[in-house]
């Protein structure tokens, strides 16, 4: 049988095996020998051999505690992060079998690991050498379509004019997704120090509601603020600016003319929290879990200019600054996004 491969174990029944028989022997030796008080005599004995059968059990349970105590910890520090950690079995049995396939478990793990940090590395490189790339083309081409708009300004060709317009505007998308990616990248490599300051909450969401002020104007719709003015967050004020830009650029895209976004933030003992609101169209339930994937569009959004990186990013700096992000909505009524960052 396997369960007696381990050394411990054979031990364990051949010590329990010798206290029986020699119980057994020296009882049927007083009982041929008619010794008198022979009973009592067994009675000892058995209570001996029972004392020491339960000082085996107990020293063999202790060992297999301190053993299984050790691999509890060895699985504790690789959960913690120690990639190097390994459980000794240099021993036979059932349990020994279980520590080596533990072992291979966590070598076929480290393995993948490897190979998924390599794959996203060598993602990050392409994608941001690309990106490089394309901005010096992309350059060149506001340039010259400068160029054909001023050229068609000046001899009053209306339909070039319009297409250099829609070109622009292509140009611009492009631009976007370019420093979108760059961005991105960037904070997925940890390349990026955040420059972590003490800011006051309220002139970062005015300085947001001012970015986005004429637009808002433009198409009928306000922006609102609300938050007491001495909540203050640790935080790197440009990034933290283009997360909450994200958002609020987001709801403008999703509300109609006499829309309100409303920009919120409150102190708690624990947590600073800022929402954005919208009464736009919703999003549908099937999006939910979804909107914060790279590059992943509804087939019931009715957006045809947005790329799908921009609440990706918002969650890449939000998580970079150790904060959680929240989405609620409701189709029809509108969405809120709700950012909590630790204190």
């Known amino acids: 049988m396997r369960i007696f491969a381990n050394r411990k174990i054979q031990f364990l029944f051949g010590g329990i095996l010798f206290c029986v028989l020699g119980f057994v022997l020296i009882a049927a030796a007083l009982v041929r020998l008619h010794v008198k008080n022979a009973a009592d005599y067994i009675i000892v004995c058995g209570l001996c051999m029972g004392a020491v059968i339960l000082l085996l059990c107990y020293g063999y349970f202790r060992e297999q505690h301190k053993i299984m105590e050790n691999a509890i910890s060895q699985i504790t520090e690789y959960i913690a992060g120690n990639k190097s950690v390994s459980i000794e079995c240099n021993d036979e049995g059932e349990l020994y079998r279980l520590f080596h396939e533990v072992n291979s478990l966590v070598a076929i793990l480290n393995a993948h690991a490897e190979n998924e940090k390599n794959a996203k590395k060598f993602l990050r490189n392409t994608i941001s050498d690309i990106s490089h790339q394309l901005k010096t083309p992309l350059a060149a081409l506001n340039i010259y379509n400068g160029l054909i708009q001023d050229e068609a300004k000046e001899k009053e060709l209306s339909t070039i004019q319009e297409f250099s317009l829609l070109s622009e505007q292509e140009l611009d998308r492009i631009e976007t ?80 003319k006499g829309g309100m976004i409303r920009i919120e933030w409150r102190a708690f003992p624990s947590i600073v929290q800022i929402t954005v609101k919208d009464n736009g169209s919703g999003i549908h339930p099937e999006d939910l879990h979804h909107i914060f994937k790279r590059f992943y569009r509804s087939r019931f959004s009715k957006d045809t200019q947005g790329i799908g990186l921009g609440l990706s990013l918002t969650k890449a700096i939000v998580e970079a600054h150790n904060g959680t992000i929240e989405v609620d909505s409701m189709l029809g009524a509108g969405t809120s996004f709700t950012i909590n960052f630790l204190i």
């Open 177 to 256: 997704l370019v420093q979108s990616l760059l961005k991105i990248t960037k904070l997925d490599a940890g390349t990026i120090l955040l420059d972590m300051t003490l800011e006051n909450v309220s002139e970062l969401a005015e300085d947001i509601k001012k970015q986005f002020l004429f637009r808002a104007g433009q198409e009928g719709k306000e922006i609102c603020l609300s938050g007491r003015e001495e909540v203050t967050l640790l935080c790197d004020r440009n990034w933290i600016m283009e997360a909450v830009g994200n958002l609020v650029k987001n709801a403008l895209d999703h509300t109609e």
